[in-house]
């Protein structure tokens, strides 16, 4: 049952029961009317109480259902909430936790609405690529003002009910058991609305000073952020309907904004990413109620670019680090560098002085292994040499505590090696975090051959914890994001050999809507990285084709921006990228030299020969069980590639574009100068075959 239904001296309570946040499902809808139905015939009935069981009122409508039959199938949301509007005993909403989207929706559609503090409260549509489309934007701001109002609705900002406790939204912010409350509350109202009308925010007038003048201010600021999101747009407009032209004609124009947004690309990128998000977190062979190892003392290895990031990360959550080094000195720049990072976050008011010094007393400097003895968990990030991981691998074999979690942060080492230094194989795990470490959300779990599953499960949950955006790679070289990225640095070196320029390569993916492009990004990272990369591809995979034209670059001694020059110049104390006429006219020398004749290369070929090579590898990936579902790549494209988010990631884009497309194309650039890099991956031709998509 998804909806129970009980009495309480003469108050009828409907309780949304549906785990695990009581999503308004038809089942759910359902009940509700049902309950209502069952409320209006009692006569012993005298007021209703509409609550929520477990720890959410409800939290909103079962996204799951969107763009199926469900979502439109009668009762719908909108008619539930107009029956509860219409009920004629009172409905008093009783909100002890997570009231969302349409849970909130609902709740607006009671007369009265009881609260405790504590209680999470929004209208969150809008993160998903929505407007709230059952009544949201016309009584909120019935409810707590214009301006109040339209922030949440554009932010979709969740706002703690002690805070709205005099905003209009609650009759009533009870201390203790809102069920009580509410229930004490409904006799009372009953008795007083005996014979009347119940009080609907339907009939509340929106006072403000200059209401259209807030709008269009409001139009202004949201246009140039929401950029090419449409709905903070939509949100507005339909507030601005409702003010203009009264709450009837705003919650229809509300409802076909709502209709025509659900089939947007953008939504159902979002839609992709909320759950892409969650279903990173389980792993289809370890059962959700694996028993976790406790993680109480960290220790992180290397205080070093990463080290210093990573042990940020803990301490940000509240557990101690030991942190440790070869030499004072490391040790001493280390620490600095971690207190300036947060100074800097002090100094943008993000941070007290006070909060600052807490977290630098949670780390605990150390040049002794044995000082690891009590660590639960051990993250080395040290210099990337198999011959140093070696070393400290060993040492933790011996000094660390039976059952303490040993991972390392290799980007490109093979993990299993790494794991069969130890003793303990089971143990070792690759937390391969990205740059800035305390800044970036993206974790890439790696599972060697013998790690163990509560290993796998506490890392997962360890991640949770500091923040991360965790997803599971098989051991490959590269894992799953930096083995797609060298397919797409390989095509976007073989465009510049074939006709473009590093500004048009960047410019058309910049424009397709990633944070930035090839040449840039490698300017920024250093091109040096890559040229050690390269070196180790031409030794172990000889018969591997590449471009030569970025180690041209690199034997220029250009490696970016912090030699003032690589694909681009750059002034002192300025990170402007600026075409370079010496590096262009590089790259057209190198064409001639190579016998390649130039060419135009158009933005679409640019951007289809990029995605398209992270989507092959992706597919490959995929096959080869290195990532466990296509929304895992997504994940972490999206939150470690500055891939668009509006796109939902490389596979999902794969998706909308249509596989059958995507293989045409492949095969097209298959034919084409520097063809060879394109092995279509076979499960791109089957699923193209198929009708099917990476996504079902
Ligand atoms: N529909 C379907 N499933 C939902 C859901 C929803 N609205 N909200 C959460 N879930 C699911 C999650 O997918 C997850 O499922 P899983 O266990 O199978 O992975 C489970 O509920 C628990 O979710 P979280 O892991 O996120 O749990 P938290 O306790 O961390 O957070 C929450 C709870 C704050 C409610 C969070 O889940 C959330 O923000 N949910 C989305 C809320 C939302 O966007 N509501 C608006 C929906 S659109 C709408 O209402 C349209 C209306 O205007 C017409
Ligand atoms: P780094 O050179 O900035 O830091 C390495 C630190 O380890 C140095 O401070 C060094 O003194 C210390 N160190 C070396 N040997 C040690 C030992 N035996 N015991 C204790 N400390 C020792 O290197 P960086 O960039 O932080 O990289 C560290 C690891 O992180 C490498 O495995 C690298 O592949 C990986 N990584 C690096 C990323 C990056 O963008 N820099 C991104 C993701 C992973």
Not at 437 to 454: C, P, Q, S
Not at 635 to 652: A, E, K, S
Request: charged residues 25%; glycine residues 10%.
């Amino acid at each position: 049952m998804a909806v129970d239904y009980t009495t309480r001296d003469g108050v009828a309570v409907i309780t949304l029961n549906n785990p695990p946040v009581n999503g308004l499902g038809l089942s759910t809808r359902i009940g509700i009317m049902d309950g209502l139905a069952r409320a209006e015939r009692d006569p012993a009935i005298s007021a209703i109480v509409l609550t929520g069981s477990g720890t959410a009122f409800s939290g909103g409508a079962d996204i799951t259902e969107f763009n199926t039959p469900k979502a439109l199938q009668e009762p719908t949301l909108a008619t539930v909430i107009r029956a509860v509007e219409a009920s004629a005993k009172p409905v008093v909403a009783a909100i002890h936790s997570v009231a969302m989207g349409g849970g909130l929706e609902l709740a607006l559609g009671a007369h009265y609405r009881v609260g405790v503090p504590g209680a999470q409260i929004a209208l969150p549509e809008v993160k998903l690529g929505l407007l709230p489309g059952a009544g949201g934007t016309q009584r909120l701001p019935r409810a707590i003002g214009l301006e109040a109002a339209l922030n949440m609705i554009v932010s979709g900002a969740t706002v703690m009910s002690e805070k709205l406790t005099d905003s209009g939204l609650f009759d009533e912010m009870a201390e203790g058991d809102v069920l009580e409350a509410a229930l004490a509350f409904a006799r009372r109202v009953a008795e007083k609305d005996a014979g009347g009308t119940h009080p609907r925010l339907r009939d509340r007038k929106i006072q403000h000073e200059n209401a259209a003048g807030f709008i269009q201010f409001s139009r202004n600021s949201v246009a140039a952020v929401a950029k090419p999101f449409p709905a903070p747009g939509k949100c507005i407009d339909a507030i601005e309907a409702g003010v203009l032209k009264g709450f009837d004609h705003g919650l229809a124009f509300e409802r076909e904004c709502f209709l025509a947004l659900v089939q947007t690309p953008e939504s159902r990128a979002l839609r992709h990413a909320f759950f892409g998000e969650r279903a990173a977190s389980k792993i289809p062979d370890v059962p959700s109620d694996t028993p976790v190892r406790a993680i109480k003392q960290v220790a992180v290895i290397g205080a070093g670019t990463m080290g210093g990031g990573i042990a940020m990360n803990f301490v940000n959550a509240g557990l101690p680090v030991m942190l440790l080094e070869t030499k004072p000195e490391a040790l001493e720049r280390g620490l600095a560098t971690i207190r300036k990072n947060y100074e800097t976050t002090v100094k943008k008011g993000k941070l007290t002085q006070e909060a600052l010094e807490t977290r630098m007393a949670l780390i605990t400097p150390t040049l002794s292994y044995d000082d690891l003895a009590g660590a639960d968990l051990i993250v080395e990030a040290v210099f990337e040499e198999l011959g140093v991981k070696e070393q400290v691998f060993r040492r933790l074999d011996e000094i660390a505590k039976p059952g303490a979690i040993l991972a390392s942060n290799t980007s490109t080492l093979d993990l299993n090696k790494i794991a069969a230094f130890t003793t303990r194989p089971g143990d070792v795990v690759g937390m391969h975090f990205f740059s800035p470490a305390n800044v970036m959300k993206l974790l890439e779990v790696v599972r060697g051959e013998h790690t163990a599953k509560d290993v796998l499960a506490t890392v997962m949950q360890v991640a949770k914890r500091i923040k991360k955006t965790a997803v599971v790679s098989g051991v490959c070289d590269g894992f799953i994001g930096n083995r797609m990225i060298e397919q797409y640095i390989r095509q976007a070196l073989f465009m510049l050999e074939e006709g473009a320029l590093p500004a048009q390569i960047d410019g058309a993916i910049e424009r397709f809507g990633f944070a930035m492009g090839p040449f840039r990004m490698s300017d920024l990272a250093g091109n040096d990285i890559g040229w050690a990369i390269r070196k180790r591809r031409y030794a172990e995979q000889p018969g591997m084709h590449y471009s030569r034209i970025a180690d041209r670059l690199c034997e220029t001694g250009r490696f970016g921006q912090k030699t003032g020059g690589g694909w681009y110049d750059y002034r002192p104390g300025d990170r402007t990228a600026r075409p370079s006429a010496l590096v262009d006219e590089m790259i057209v020398a190198y064409s001639g030299e190579i016998g390649c004749a130039r060419r135009e290369i158009g933005d679409d070929e640019i951007v289809e020969r990029l995605v398209f090579a992270l989507v092959n590898e992706g597919a490959k990936i995929l096959a080869e069980g290195i990532a466990s579902k296509a929304s895992d790549i997504d994940m972490v494209y999206l939150t470690g590639y500055g891939f668009p988010l509006w796109r939902g990631g490389p596979m999902l884009h794969a998706d909308t574009v249509g596989l059958y497309n995507v293989e045409r194309a492949m095969a097209r650039y298959a034919s084409q100068q520097n063809g060879d890099a394109w092995e279509i991956a076979p499960l791109v031709t089957e699923l193209a075959k198929a009708g099917r998509g990476f996504n079902g």
